[in-house]
């Protein structure tokens, strides 16, 4: 399942992405799917690339992450502005 917890965070970026470039049918259509992926929301939390090296990591992740992460009970420092190169 947490495949799908990934995709939708995921599919989070890039809608808000899609938003921010005012392209407004695919962030519709995004929207969409993670409407659908919301289901998928872990009741545990997740690291989102690779596992955690230290317990000081996880909790500056934890203090750090966006509200997109923590709605998607993700680990994570990941933000829109990492997606720089993203058309």
């Known amino acids: 399942m947490t495949g799908a917890v990934k995709l939708g965070f995921v599919v989070t970026l890039a809608r808000r992405l899609a938003e921010k470039q005012g392209n407004e049918d695919r962030s519709r259509e995004l929207g969409h799917l993670e ?15 690779r596992p955690l090296r230290t317990e000081s990591e ?7 992450r966006t509200q997109d992460a923590a709605h998607w ?11 720089q190169y993203a058309s």
């Open 58 to 64: 996880g909790k500056w992740l934890r203090n750090n």
């Open 35 to 49: 409407n659908a992926l919301d289901d998928s929301r872990l009741a545990k939390e997740d690291v989102f690339y």
């Open 73 to 83: 009970n993700l680990l994570t420092d990941m933000r829109l502005e990492h997606l």
